[in-house]
Nanobody, 124 residues
Framework: QVQLVESGGGLVQAGGSMSLSCTAS????????MGWFRQAPGKEREFVAA????????YYADSVKGRFTITRDNAKNTVFLQMNNLKPEDTAVYYC????WGTGTALLKSYKNWGQGTQVTVSS
């Protein structure tokens, strides 16, 4: 079991940038594929980005491709989401999630460990 804590959310204007971090407890962080998901009010939780254990393979939702970048630092037990050119439709609670022995997937049900979420609000 790994515990996840997100940080870095807040309010930003459209076109701006924001970076989210997710730090995991435990010493087996490199055993987990990591994902970022988001949930806007009244909508289902949706995939944003994922990385395999090494950071060498990354995956993005079409809606964020070219604007968001997922990276990880296994020495610091942390995964990052750099968000550029933010749009009002990016407004949501962002969650990081861990998939033990996973390869990086968009499937929400593959992730058994979730953070508490951090609010990102993009004003127009």
């Amino acid at each position: 079991q790994v515990q996840l804590v997100e940080s870095g959310g807040g309010l930003v204007q459209a076109g701006g940038s924001m970076s989210l971090s997710c730090t995991a407890s435990g010493r087996t962080f490199s055993s987990y594929a990591m994902g970022w998901f988001r949930q806007a009010p009244g909508k289902e939780r949706e995939f944003v980005a994922a990385t395999d254990w090494s950071g060498g393979n990354v995956y993005y939702a079409d809606s964020v491709k070219g604007r968001f970048t997922i990276t990880r630092d296994n020495a610091k037990n942390t995964v990052f989401l750099q968000m550029n050119n933010l749009k009002p439709e990016d407004t949501a609670v962002y969650y990081c999630a861990a998939d033990l022995w996973g390869t990086g997937t968009a499937l929400l049900k593959s992730y058994k460990n979730w953070g508490q979420g951090t609010q990102v609000t993009v004003s127009s």
